[in-house]
């Protein structure tokens, strides 16, 4: 009972949440610190709504009356209490109603997610028939599925190490046409993989993969793009539970069942003629869109306490990494025609859970004082803009409540029934302007010095026999001595390694241009174009 309240309450995040409010600070190259507050209504209130009035969950009445409650008032529930991606997370830290709670573990939320799809199923008509334990574990496997084994052998195999004794790998790959994936079901699973069973698998995944790609962005570690990566965990958990080893036909089997699913719900969404027909596509929709999305993010459930008759504060604290990734170019194109931050590894990239409450609140900040938010700019999954320019100067914010940019805060709220789920904020970051002027300055001025010790040691004319010809040990030092203070700009501690990333371009290029002045200085010296009177 408490799986399927669990599973209700995924779906109707909207209805119990009143308020979901996150703030997110850039203090490092490395990590964003996150706090996420979810304000909850009363469940009593919640369940008393009548059908037909917004907030209104069917049979949610009849599952808490089920519950009984302690002597304080609180039952116990599984609750969903939020969605993380599938990336490196530190220092996790969940409370509900100010006490701490216990997380189920992982391969239990990945089957409360997989029933979810099997929730949306029926909800849009699909014949569930074939939705047995075969396919749940399947999705099951997806939705866990940590792919950092197979993303090891994609890398040795498909990119150029900068150590040349990797570039076997790659050449091998090429010359033998070994596929990294095979090779990866092959150390994995408990028997061999022929050819053309392997041939088959991936037809069908390809075929999966084409409903993916429509949802999200591509994804080699995706296990919902690539459901063949999810076998050796479904063959471990199969083998965990005493169910018997994994063979060719039951993979076969579930792989023909989850595209059977995919495929169903694909035609399910065009169907839009009726009432009826409507609700089964908004179902069928959001099917598609979910199973996409829990490839490559998990949803934390707690076992908690909770009140009935009284409003409560889930809150989730966290630290995230940061992605300064090239490769997001491809799917993330920025609307400039030139973006220099993007190319230069300036621009982070923060993944933001937008519609799991009436309204939503996010703010992204940086701790320090030398960084400020050049621009920020919201994404949906497929890298387009949320808010399209309609004419020059002005844009069209039908899907936003309010926005706020400043070199300090980026803030975003909305309230609209039909906003993004789940969106990308690009924040392009720069040095504030006083650093960076000073840097450029001296990148300047150091170029300049360089020049003027080499004009001045070559266009020195001799009149007199004791004239000197080029530069005097006195003029080479008015020009050297102001190395001492760039130098110190090259040596001094940064407030924090944000600061760093940001200034490692310029930085590179000053003490390219000091060594540069340095060189000329000895080797104008060493060949007498530098005279010193004895």
């Not at 239990?108 to 074939?130: S, T």
């Not at 993944?351 to 920020?376: G, K, Y």
Request: net charge neutral; with cysteine.
């Amino acid at each position: 009972m408490r799986e399927e309240l669990a599973v209700t309450l995924l779906h109707h995040l909207r209805a119990w949440r009143m308020r979901a409010i996150e703030r997110i600070e850039l203090s490092s190259a490395l990590w964003s610190v996150r706090e996420r507050e979810i304000h909850v209504k009363p469940l009593a209130r919640v369940a008393a709504v009548r059908p037909g009035l917004p907030g209104h969950i069917p049979g949610f009445y009849s599952q808490l009356s089920h519950f009984p409650r302690g002597n304080d008032g609180k039952i116990e529930l599984i609750l969903p209490i939020a969605e993380l991606p599938k990336a490196p997370l530190l220092d996790l830290h969940i409370t509900v109603d100010q006490e701490p709670v216990y997380r189920i573990p992982l391969d239990e939320g990945a089957r409360l997610e997989a029933a979810y799809i099997e929730y949306l199923a029926l909800r849009a008509g699909i014949n569930v028939a074939d939705f047995d334990a075969d396919l749940a574990d399947l999705l099951s496997a997806i939705f866990f599925l940590p792919a950092s084994q197979y993303g090891y052998i994609w890398k040795k195999y498909n990119q150029l190490s900068v150590d040349p004794r990797q570039w076997r790998h790659p050449m091998l790959r090429r010359l033998k046409r070994r596929d990294p994936l095979k090779m990866f079901l092959g150390a994995f699973l408990h028997f061999d993989v022929k050819d053309h069973i392997f041939n088959e698998w991936s037809e069908v995944s390809s075929k999966i993969r084409e409903y993916v790609i429509q949802e999200t962005m591509e994804d080699y570690r995706n296990g919902a793009e690539n459901p063949l990566i999810a076998l050796p965990q479904m063959s471990r958990e199969m083998e965990r539970l005493g169910r018997g080893a994994l063979d060719e036909a039951q993979c076969t089997h579930r792989l023909n069942a989850l595209y059977s699913l995919l495929r169903d719900a694909h035609v399910r969404k065009n169907h839009t003629e009726t009432e009826e027909a409507l609700s089964g596509a908004e179902a069928a929709t959001e099917l598609l869109s979910t199973y996409a999305n829990f490839g490559n993010r998990w949803t934390a459930f707690a076992h908690c306490w909770v009140p009935v008759d009284k409003p409560f504060i889930i809150t989730v604290k966290e630290k995230r990494s940061i992605y300064f990734q090239h490769a997001w170019h491809k799917n993330f194109k920025s609307a400039r025609f030139f973006p220099t931050a993007e190319h230069f590894g300036k621009t982070a990239w923060a993944s933001i859970t937008f519609a799991d409450a009436e309204t939503n609140h996010m703010s992204i900040q940086t701790t320090d004082t030398s960084v400020r938010l050049h621009d920020c700019q919201a994404l949906d999954e497929l890298g387009i803009p949320t808010e399209k320019p309609f004419k020059k100067g002005e844009k069209i914010d039908g899907e936003l409540d309010e926005e706020s940019k400043t070199a300090e805060r980026y803030l975003r709220n909305d309230s609209t029934p039909s906003r993004r789920k789940r969106i990308w904020i690009k924040c392009d970051l720069r040095l504030n302007r006083t650093a960076s002027l000073f840097l450029y300055l001296a990148m300047a001025i150091t170029a300049f010095g360089t020049s003027l010790l080499i004009w001045r040691a070559t266009e020195g004319k001799p009149t007199d026999t004791e004239a000197l010809h080029g530069l005097t040990a006195k003029d080479a030092a008015v020009v050297l001595i102001p190395v001492a203070f760039v130098a110190s700009l090259l040596i001094s501690k940064e407030s924090s390694t944000l600061t760093m990333r940001l200034r490692k371009l310029r930085q590179s290029i000053l003490l390219i241009e000091l060594f540069i002045l340095l060189g000329t200085a000895f080797f104008l010296y060493v060949f007498h174009a530098i005279y010193a009177k004895p």
